[in-house]
């Protein structure tokens, strides 16, 4: 028998690191960096037929101050990565990055020295959205799964450790062993 049922119905029971993810999640203002293509995509996105509105992304800010979510949408050059870079460390603690597109995530067909090749080597990336240019309904996907990403973030130390634990076992991870036909180990 739980404190559940000693309690009256209508009684909401939660922690408070779970009503501070759901509004931290309710609550993300982007700061658009839209580089290419896929900005008309990102673009539209904010458009009356998707509404981010919907899910408390209303205003987009134009300053990285204001800001907690950077969508990089498009080839980065290296003469704006440290424009990038400096946008994103302007932005509030905590911060996300979705790097939409695939000019964004890897180069894409821009495999020369002019091009940044990811722009994960400038920032660090939540998530990556693949496609050229990725639909808008692609995009709020991703957003929805930031989201759910935020929601079961932890707080304070607690965070601390589990960041932590993530990265050490990211670098536990053992690289694939491709075995030959005659059964060693290449």
Request: glycine share 8%.
């Amino acid at each position: 028998m739980g404190i559940e049922e000693k309690l009256p119905s209508g009684v909401l029971l939660t922690s408070v690191e779970k009503i501070a993810g759901w509004a931290r999640a309710r609550s993300v203002w982007p700061a658009t960096f839209g580089l290419a293509c896929c900005a008309i995509e990102l673009f539209q996105t904010g458009g009356p037929k998707h509404d981010l509105a919907r899910f408390g992304m209303e205003r987009a800010s134009a300053t990285p101050r204001q800001a907690d979510l950077m969508i990089v949408a498009g080839r980065v050059s290296q003469k704006m990565a440290p424009v990038l870079r400096q946008i994103y460390d302007q932005m509030s603690d905590p911060k996300w990055v979705i790097s939409m597109g695939v000019c964004a995530s890897s180069g894409g067909m821009f495999n020369n020295y002019a091009i940044v090749q990811g722009v994960d080597h400038i920032v660090p990336v939540d998530i990556y959205l693949p496609g050229c240019p990725p639909r808008p309904e692609m995009l709020m996907d991703s957003i929805l799964k930031l989201h759910d990403k935020i929601m079961n973030m932890k707080l304070g130390i607690d965070r601390d450790r589990q960041i932590t634990e993530l990265e050490e076992a990211r670098l536990g991870i053992q690289p694939l062993h491709i075995a030959s036909p005659e059964g060693s180990q290449l």
